[in-house]
């Protein structure tokens, strides 16, 4: 057997603990795949039961429903997208792209009033007033 | 010592086992079929924030016709959707990992039950499309209403696109064109799939569990 192929039935038998990709980043085992996907399940059931929770966690609600949120993000994009194992450069293209949203989208929603007490623009505001 | 790699029997057929620490020859070192996926899923972000941006500025906004969303909202049954689709990106990430050691069958399996799930999430929300225009919540019954199936038909199309994209996998797979060194076409449509997944895990948060 020639050092090709003992690597290569190494590797096959290696497999199931874990895989390296083409680009030579090792990657989870599919173990700790059913694991992350097991966290995942965990904090959606999290979610679910905050919502029911709403008058208990008060004004703690819905900042603990976006950690939740972001920690469900981040663990796939993580793990299951493989950001953590490959190039930084696939990282800072997605990242780029999820900052660049987040600013014009949460400059729209605040030029249109959105984070005022009601969430109603001002204009919007006006206008209901006088037809009530 | 042969440059080529030694074939790896699977459970039912030859396969070729991926290279190990192949480089790619571009000038990034880097795939780029992956990078403009990648590139792809960025302008995506922009995509979905228009959306979800738009509904949250009209769901807070007194509904003029009809009733509110937030009226109508099953949390029960979309948690269990969610789940549904949460649970199919654990699949697609096993069904790249037999394409990368070369396990024909088992890659099948996971493509086609993580197109099952997939099938269910959609099959799901036309459940709750149906259910919500019954209750007289249609495209055109209020600003709120157009803006909720905007974004979330815009979803569950992606979705539905990415369970056509599945099926050709598994089509690709059953002819022999989805051996192990090919394992980047699984894992750049596993990329679109688990995007899909992210966006909905913030759609489930900002749209359904936060009013």
């Known amino acids: 057997m020639s050092l090709q192929e003992a690597a290569a039935a190494g590797a096959a038998a290696?497999?199931?603990?874990?895989?390296?990709?083409?680009?030579?980043?090792?990657?989870?085992?599919?173990?700790?795949?059913?694991?992350?996907?097991?966290?995942?399940?965990?904090?959606?059931?999290?979610?679910?039961?905050?919502?029911?929770?709403?008058?208990?966690?008060?004004?703690?609600l819905i900042p603990a429903l976006i950690v939740m949120m972001i920690v469900k993000f981040a663990t796939v994009a993580g793990w299951f997208m493989h950001l953590r194992f490959d190039s930084n450069i696939f990282t800072r293209l997605f990242v780029s792209g999820i900052v660049l949203a987040a600013g014009v989208y949460l400059a729209t929603l605040a030029s249109f009033e959105f984070f005022s007490k009601d969430g109603v623009p001002g204009p919007a505001r006006a206008v209901e007033e006088q037809s009530e | 010592m042969s440059t080529t790699a030694a074939p790896h029997v699977g459970h039912d057929e030859v396969v070729e086992p991926a290279p190990p620490h192949a480089a790619h020859h571009t000038s990034t070192g880097l795939s780029n079929e992956k990078l403009a996926m990648?590139?792809?899923?960025?302008?995506?972000?922009?995509?979905?924030?228009?959306?979800?941006?738009t509904f949250l500025l009209y769901r807070n906004r007194p509904v003029l016709n009809g009733p509110s969303v937030a009226e109508l909202y099953d949390i029960p049954f979309t948690s269990v959707s969610s789940f549904v689709l949460l649970m199919s990106s654990l699949t697609m990430v096993l069904a790249l990992s037999a394409t990368q050691r070369g396990d024909a069958t088992r890659s099948r399996i996971w493509l086609l039950t993580t197109a099952l799930l997939?099938?269910?999430?959609?099959?799901?929300?036309?459940?709750?499309?149906?259910?919500?225009?019954?209750?007289?919540?249609?495209?055109?019954?209020?600003?709120?209403?157009?803006?909720?199936?905007?974004?979330?038909?815009?979803?569950?199309?992606?979705?539905?696109?990415?369970?056509?994209?599945?099926?050709?996998?598994?089509?690709?797979?059953?002819?022999?064109a989805l051996p192990a060194a090919r394992a980047e076409t699984v894992e750049i449509a596993g990329l679109y799939w688990h995007f899909v997944d992210v966006v909905w895990i913030v759609i489930f948060t900002v749209v359904y569990l936060i009013r």
Do not use: K
């Open chain 2, 118 to 176: 997939g099938s269910s999430f959609v099959a799901g929300q036309v459940y709750e499309f149906t259910t919500f225009v019954r209750e007289g919540f249609g495209f055109t019954t209020n600003l709120q209403s157009s803006s909720f199936y905007v974004l979330t038909g815009f979803h569950g199309a992606h979705v539905t696109i990415g369970i056509l994209i599945l099926l050709s996998l598994v089509v690709m797979s059953v002819r022999g």
């Open chain 1, 14 to 60: 290696h497999a199931h603990e874990e895989t390296v990709t083409g680009t030579g980043h090792a990657h989870p085992s599919d173990r700790s795949y059913v694991g992350i996907a097991l966290i995942l399940a965990v904090i959606t059931a999290a979610e679910v039961a905050s919502f029911y929770l709403e008058d208990e966690l008060g004004s703690i």
């Open chain 2, 38 to 53: 990648w590139v792809f899923l960025g302008s995506e972000c922009l995509l979905f924030g228009a959306l979800i941006s």
